[in-house]
């Protein structure tokens, strides 16, 4: 890798330079250098650690928890038990977040295959299947 600048990153990521300024002027990415202009520049190292704020976010992480995890790495080795337990939370949360999705592809896949089956005209109605407006 190579030192890239702004417009480079956001190319290379696929995010928008103001997303990555943001992450900046929040804590998300501490001390990105910069030339002798002011253009930022992007190292080896602060790609590939901008590589792992994308890959959180995405995975559903928190901008808060995130700037909270960039903290403790700032603050060194003494914060790794706090880092793994903030991750574990996350990958909790993650994993119900996974459970929720499932049950609702479920739902989807059995009321696809009423109307795949034909069932769906026998006389079935959401408001009689859910027994919705019974006294």
Known sequence: MANLTITEI???????????RYYERIGLLPNI?????????????????LEMVICLRHSGVSVDS???YVALIQE???TLDARKELLEEQRDLLEEKKHNLQRSIDRLNHKISLY?????????SYFKEYKINED
């Open 116 to 124: 795949e089956s034909g069932e769906i005209t026998e006389d079935k």
């Open 66 to 68: 995130l700037v909270e």
């Open 76 to 78: 060194g080795d003494a």
């Open 33 to 49: 250098p910069r030339k002798s202009n002011g253009n930022r520049y992007f190292t080896d190292g602060m790609q590939h650690f």
């Open 10 to 20: 956001s190319k290379k990521y696929n995010i928008t330079t103001d997303t990555i």
